[in-house]
Antibody
Framework: EVQLVESGGGLVRPGGSLKLSCAAS????????MNWVRQAPGKGLEWVSH????????YYADSVKGRFSISRDNAKSSLYLQMNSLRDEDTAVYYC???????????WGQGTLVTVSS | DIQMTQSPSTLSASVGDRVTITCRAS??????LAWYQQKPGKAPKLLIY???SLESGVPSRFSGSGSGTEFTLTISSLQPDDFATFYC?????????FGQGTRVEIK
């Protein structure tokens, strides 16, 4: 069974940093691109970042470019999101999502809440 | 960047109703479109991919159609478990842009 479990969320002050993790199991992690998607309270889904299976290709939404860094460790079947210079508007539930063979997001984690507030 | 626009934003319907949600892309995305259902406090769940392919385990009352820039999600007979928010998403590019969502509520 495919499972994605996020962790690392919490309360952080504006300007602070936080690192999210996503532990994957039940599939060959190194064969799939992975993404982070976030959802602000009461709002819709916003794609945040993409990393290819080998980490060769990485993309970010303009809203986080230069502040967030995505990475992965295929040996540990884990995905990460390093978030720096956090702003109030980064407050959201952050989901990791697997891209299937045809590149749609076929599996999602349960999400981890990041709250940026003074 | 490709923009996705859903309509309506909110839809009030009764159990048994036929429901249609529309999604428009700002440029052609061929059939690279997915639909997701999200319930409060839960992660999105994949319903449809490649515009019209039903994900395994998803009830057959859900169907998708369209190509290019115009797409629809149809629920043939709305069930109590279907009241939720639905999102379309293009995945032709790395970004996977989402529509703003359509909330289906009880009439």
């Amino acid at each position: 069974e495919v499972q994605l479990v996020e962790s690392g969320g919490g309360l952080v002050r504006p300007g602070g940093s936080l690192k999210l993790s996503c532990a994957a199991s039940g599939f060959t992690f190194s064969s799939h691109s992975m993404n982070w998607v976030r959802q602000a309270p009461g709002k819709g889904l916003e794609w945040v970042s993409h990393i290819s299976s080998s980490s060769a290709t990485i993309y970010y939404a303009d809203s986080v470019k230069g502040r967030f860094s995505i990475s992965r460790d295929n040996a540990k079947s884990s995905l990460y999101l390093q978030m720096n210079s956090l702003r109030d508007e980064d407050t959201a539930v952050y989901y990791c999502a697997r891209r299937g063979a045809d590149h749609y997001f076929d599996y999602w984690g349960q999400g981890t809440l990041v709250t940026v507030s003074s | 960047d490709i923009q996705m626009t859903q309509s309506p934003s909110t839809l009030s319907a009764s159990v048994g109703d036929r429901v249609t949600i529309t999604c428009r892309a700002s440029q052609s995305i061929s059939s690279w479109l997915a639909w997701y259902q999200q319930k409060p406090g839960k992660a999105p769940k994949l319903l449809i991919y490649k515009a019209s392919s039903l994900e395994s385990g998803v009830p057959s009352r859900f169907s998708g159609s369209g190509s290019g820039t115009e797409f629809t999600l149809t629920i043939s007979s709305l069930q109590p478990d279907d009241f939720a928010t639905f999102y379309c998403q293009q995945y032709t590019s790395y970004s996977g842009t989402f529509g703003q969502g359509t909330r289906v509520e009880i009439k």
